[in-house]
């Protein structure tokens, strides 16, 4: 039903409440059928565009020679992102601590952004993980960078009581029953 309600340009969920009523009097059979994909969440979209947190993080860094203060990093790349990156490229020891000033221990072009990498795959394969390593759609996960969705459609065929025109049955009301 997905299928065809797309290219019919109709609202599934409409589709779908007729095919129910349809097999509720028998004119069509109908199996489920469920889809799972995943779709990008804001921040999800946000770090496909440009970049995960830690890179961002790192990429500031590497700009300035000896290292840079905390209140310059939340500055230069935001409060949101220097907490989130700060986190990770602290446990990947990209980044140390000396002093007051973060300094990286690593050059941008030697770390490769896995997590976008990930996303960009998600995206062109159309939410499908298809060929992605569980551990890392874990990470994008737990991150809460994706969100799982699951689409039920249904395959339709004739029913034993199919008819080309649909006719409702009259209803066998008594007098007896309305009062």
């Given at each position: 039903?997905?299928?065809?309600?797309?290219?019919?340009?109709?609202?599934?969920?409409?589709?779908v409440?007729?095919?129910?009523?349809?097999?509720?009097?028998?004119?069509?059979?109908?199996?489920?059928?469920?889809?799972?994909?995943?779709?990008?969440?804001?921040?999800?979209?946000?770090?496909?565009?440009?970049?995960?947190?830690?890179?961002?993080?790192?990429r500031?860094?590497?700009?300035?020679?000896?290292?840079?203060?905390?209140?310059?990093?939340?500055?230069?790349?935001?409060?949101?992102?220097?907490?989130?990156?700060?986190?990770?490229?602290?446990?990947?020891?990209?980044?140390?601590?000396?002093?007051?000033?973060?300094?990286?221990?690593?050059?941008?072009?030697?770390?490769?952004?896995?997590?976008?990498?990930?996303?960009?795959?998600?995206?062109?394969?159309?939410?499908?993980?298809d060929?992605?390593?569980?551990?890392?759609i874990?990470?994008?996960?737990?991150?809460?960078?994706?969100?799982?969705?699951?689409?039920?459609?249904?395959?339709?065929?004739?029913?034993?009581?199919?008819?080309?025109?649909?006719?409702?049955?009259?209803?066998?009301?008594?007098?007896?029953?309305?009062?």
């Amino acid at each position: 039903t997905w299928e065809w309600a797309q290219k019919q340009k109709l609202d599934h969920l409409t589709v779908v409440g007729t095919v129910k009523s349809l097999m509720g009097d028998a004119y069509v059979v109908g199996t489920d059928l469920v889809t799972s994909f995943y779709t990008l969440t804001k921040e999800g979209t946000g770090i496909l565009e440009n970049g995960a947190q830690e890179i961002m993080v790192l990429r500031a860094l590497c700009e300035v020679e000896g290292g840079m203060s905390m209140p310059d990093l939340q500055s230069k790349v935001g409060k949101d992102v220097s907490k989130i990156g700060m986190g990770n490229c602290m446990k990947n020891k990209w980044v140390k601590k000396d002093g007051n000033k973060l300094v990286p221990l690593v050059q941008i072009s030697d770390v490769e952004d896995t997590v976008q990498k990930v996303l960009k795959a998600l995206s062109s394969a159309g939410g499908a993980a298809d060929g992605i390593d569980d551990k890392e759609i874990n990470v994008i996960k737990r991150r809460k960078l994706v969100n799982l969705v699951k689409r039920n459609s249904f395959s339709v065929t004739r029913g034993p009581s199919y008819a080309p025109v649909r006719v409702k049955k009259s209803a066998d009301l008594t007098k007896e029953m309305l009062d």
